[in-house]
């Protein structure tokens, strides 16, 4: 029986987060010189520590959901639920009690686990998933991460600051290869920076142990040993068990449960919200879709708003992302680019952060904002602009006549918007 707050507080987002925070800070240190401070000794950082910090801010955030559902008068079960009917559901405890609840709406949010591929037997030794991650008592010398989607380079850029050798092998033509093309490959570059070793287009084929730790063959016949594997090859959804197959509930092809704009199931008062979905697998999707699904339950019409969905991605540099890549805006109509390197950000200077751009993309005709795609500091908490002016339906000039505060990391977005126009006059001017 897991904690409450799911995979996201326990296992996720916070965890993630607070380990990632303590690497940019050590990474931060690292370079003090470069800020006009001087150090006596090299820093240290202490995992067992860092692990420390990390489970004291999950198990604040834990409680707090306790003491929420006591203040909102939720009633908590713990245990194993099945649906026994589609009006009624079974309650497993770790005792093997079970108690039957009677429910005029079921909403299932029972998320996704991460995926295993035969080749890569995950032990929780050798071979990881990025649950075993956040209970490493020790960093391994080196690593391979199979796999450079959000996890993998998270956890890759994470690892590489903390000294850990990192090799990272990806299927797909770039890292991050559902974001915007341009994006991956400047991340790439940040990759670089990193040291970390990057193999595009390729795949692992198989994992043994070796008197290293592990040995990985690649599909390019190559092989590389590493004390460890983390496989971060996408996610499984939590259908098994929970009486889906007895009540008659549909799923996609995938796996995932089958619902409507409205969240429900094809059993009108089941609805499925979040990852176990399979649509978004984010957990800020996760609560508008509860939002959706408690609405109907209470007689509402609520449909699910997905538009202008933020990504982001908590790698160094961070990337952020809303709306259309460049190639698939391309693909629907004509467009125009802006682009705004932070090297030529005051902010960006003050902060000894210059690395990364913003890259605008509107239609041609009509100026319509349709994508956003920021790589650099701050990316995940500035996309937020853009992400409100592509879910209310705005221009790129709308977008960049807003008045920006000074100095700041999102007048990059304002820069990038003015840019598209050829307007932005912290650029040098382009020739005609
Ligand atoms: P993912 O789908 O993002 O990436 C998996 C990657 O593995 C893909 O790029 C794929 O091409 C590659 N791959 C698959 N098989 C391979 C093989 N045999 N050899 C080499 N590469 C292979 O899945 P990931 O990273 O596991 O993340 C799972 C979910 O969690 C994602 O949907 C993501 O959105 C979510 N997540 C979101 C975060 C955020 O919003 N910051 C943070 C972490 C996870």
């Given at each position: 029986m897991d904690k409450l707050g799911g995979v996201c507080l326990n296992r996720g987002c916070i965890p993630s987060k607070a380990l990632i925070a303590s690497a940019v800070q050590y990474d931060k240190i690292k370079k003090a010189e470069e800020f006009g401070i001087r150090l006596t000794s090299p820093p240290v950082y202490d995992w067992t520590a860092m692990r420390a910090r990390k489970d004291k801010i999950v198990?604040?955030?834990?409680?707090?959901?306790?003491?929420?559902?006591?203040?909102?008068?939720?009633?908590?079960?713990?245990?194993?639920?099945?649906?026994?009917?589609?009006?009624?559901?079974?309650?497993?405890?770790?005792?093997?009690?079970?108690?039957?609840?009677?429910?005029?709406?079921?909403?299932?949010?029972?998320?996704?686990?991460?995926?295993?591929?035969?080749?890569?037997?995950?032990?929780?030794?050798?071979?990881?998933?990025?649950?075993?991650?956040?209970?490493?008592?020790?960093?391994?010398?080196?690593?391979?991460?199979?796999?450079?989607?959000?996890?993998?380079?998270?956890?890759?850029?994470?690892?590489?600051?903390?000294?850990?050798?990192?090799?990272?092998?990806e299927l797909l033509e770039h890292a991050l290869p559902l974001e915007d093309s341009g994006v991956g490959k400047l991340f790439e570059r940040e990759l670089k920076k990193l040291k970390v070793t990057l193999h595009t287009k390729t795949s692992v084929e198989s994992v043994q142990p070796s008197p290293e730790g592990v040995a990985a063959k690649l599909s390019n016949g190559s092989v590389i040993e590493t004390n460890q594997v983390l496989v971060a090859v996408g996610r499984a959804f939590n259908t098994e068990d929970?009486?889906?197959?007895?009540?008659?509930?549909?799923?996609?092809?995938?796996?995932?449960?089958?619902?409507?704009?409205?969240?429900?199931?094809?059993?009108?008062?089941?609805?499925?919200?979040?990852?176990?979905?399979?649509?978004?697998?984010?957990?800020?999707?996760?609560?508008?879709?509860?939002?959706?699904?408690?609405?109907?339950?209470?007689?509402?019409?609520?449909?699910?708003?997905?538009?202008?969905?933020?990504?982001?991605?908590?790698?160094?540099?961070?990337?952020?992302?809303?709306?259309?890549?460049?190639?698939?805006?391309?693909?629907?109509?004509?467009?125009?680019?802006?682009?705004?390197?932070?090297?030529?950000?005051?902010?960006?200077?003050?902060?000894?952060?210059?690395?990364?751009?913003?890259?605008?993309?509107?239609?041609?005709?009509?100026?319509?904002?349709?994508?956003?795609?920021?790589?650099?500091?701050h990316a995940t908490e500035i996309i937020h602009t853009a992400a409100l002016a592509i879910n209310r339906g705005m221009t790129v000039k709308q977008l960049g006549s807003l008045i920006y505060g000074h100095p700041v990391i999102s007048e990059s977005i304002m820069e990038a918007a003015h840019d598209l126009h050829g307007e932005s006059v912290h650029l040098a001017k382009k020739r005609k």
């Open positions: 198990g604040m955030l834990v409680g707090g959901i306790g003491q929420l559902f006591k203040s909102h008068g939720v009633t908590h079960y713990n245990g194993f639920g099945k649906i026994s009917r589609t009006d009624e559901v079974m309650v497993i405890d770790e005792d093997g009690k079970e108690t039957t609840l009677k429910a005029k709406n079921i909403i299932i949010a029972t998320g996704s686990r991460s995926r295993n591929l035969p080749p890569f037997p995950v032990d929780g030794k050798r071979i990881l998933n990025s649950d075993h991650m956040f209970e490493l008592e020790n960093l391994p010398k080196s690593i391979l991460i199979i796999g450079a989607g959000v996890i993998g380079c998270e956890w890759a850029c994470m690892l590489s600051m903390l000294n850990v050798e990192v090799t990272v092998v929970i009486g889906l197959e007895e009540v008659g509930i549909k799923l996609n092809k995938n796996g995932s449960i089958k619902t409507n704009a409205e969240m429900r199931t094809n059993i009108p008062n089941i609805f499925a919200i979040g990852d176990v979905r399979g649509e978004i697998l984010l957990a800020y999707t996760a609560v508008h879709d509860g939002a959706v699904a408690v609405d109907n339950a209470l007689g509402g019409k609520a449909k699910k708003n997905y538009l202008g969905v933020p990504s982001v991605i908590f790698t160094h540099p961070e990337v952020a992302t809303v709306g259309l890549t460049e190639a698939e805006a391309a693909e629907k109509t004509e467009i125009a680019i802006g682009k705004f390197p932070l090297r030529a950000l005051g902010k960006a200077h003050t902060e000894n952060e210059i690395a990364g751009e913003v890259k605008v993309i509107g239609d041609k005709k009509t100026d319509k904002l349709l994508g956003v795609h920021i790589i650099g500091v």
